[in-house]
């Protein structure tokens, strides 16, 4: 049975709560993945893929379908989910920085805030993702995940630092603006969960049938 506070929280959270916002998501996926060997995106879980279940978390959270930045895998994504916004980085290859920018340059001349989450954080769930957006709601200020000391993605990014993102480039990602205008921070362990290498998914895969959190994930936002 679902808790009293979760059905709260999933209401003061309901769909045209947050279109009224203006608050997109974008799913950042455009990396070539060569430790990894493959498409780490479109590896399997219990019949869904990696950016399948990304996807869903976000839906499930009360968001609208994310905005997914591809790159080096784009023919493969497009192939296995011609129903998600796709939307190819031309110049992916210059880094994480550089997908953040060109994301920013394709949400809609309204969006008042962005959530960016990374395709591969595997671990977070929609209700982390709700209580990321309820931070955001009542406070309107950059509100991200806390996690190994340091703030990190998921992150919601008000517009007015839009121009800042749209300036990124490079491998950097936006490390030094979340150190800088951070407002709210939310503890989020799952959020250093990120799947590098055919062992990150092996120990992932371990730990779905064990009490153990798995958490030496090697997170990418630097």
């Not at 709560?17 to 590896?43: D, M, N, P, Q, Y």
């Not at 992916?92 to 990374?118: H, M, R």
């Not at 769930?125 to 931070?135: G, K, P, S, V, Y």
Request: contains cysteine; proline residues 5%.
């Amino acid at each position: 049975m679902k808790r009293a506070s979760d059905k709260l929280l999933a209401e003061k959270l309901r769909p045209e709560k947050l279109r009224s916002e203006k608050l997109a998501t974008v799913i950042l996926a455009a990396g070539a993945a060569s430790r990894f060997g493959t498409c780490k995106h479109l590896i399997q879980q219990d019949g869904k893929t990696v950016l399948q279940q990304r996807v869903e978390s976000v839906r499930s959270a009360g968001l609208q379908a994310p905005l997914i930045v591809t790159g080096a895998w784009h023919q493969e994504i497009q192939l296995a989910h011609p129903d998600f916004d796709l939307h190819l980085n031309p110049n992916w290859q210059q880094g994480l920085g550089n997908s953040i920018a060109f994301a920013i340059g394709q949400l809609p001349e309204d969006t008042e805030a962005v959530l960016l989450l990374l395709g591969d954080q595997v671990a977070v769930r929609a209700e982390e993702i709700q209580a990321l957006c309820q931070q955001w709601s009542e406070h309107q200020v950059l509100t991200c995940a806390h996690y190994r000391g340091a703030p990190g993605v998921p992150a919601i990014f008000p517009r007015a630092l839009f121009p800042q993102l749209l300036r990124l480039n490079g491998d950097k990602g936006a490390k030094a603006l979340l150190n800088k205008h951070a407002g709210k921070m939310i503890p989020m362990a799952s959020a250093a969960i990120d799947i590098d290498t055919p062992q990150d998914w092996q120990n992932w895969q371990r730990a779905q049938h064990t009490n153990n959190d798995y958490t030496n994930g090697e997170a990418v936002w630097n």
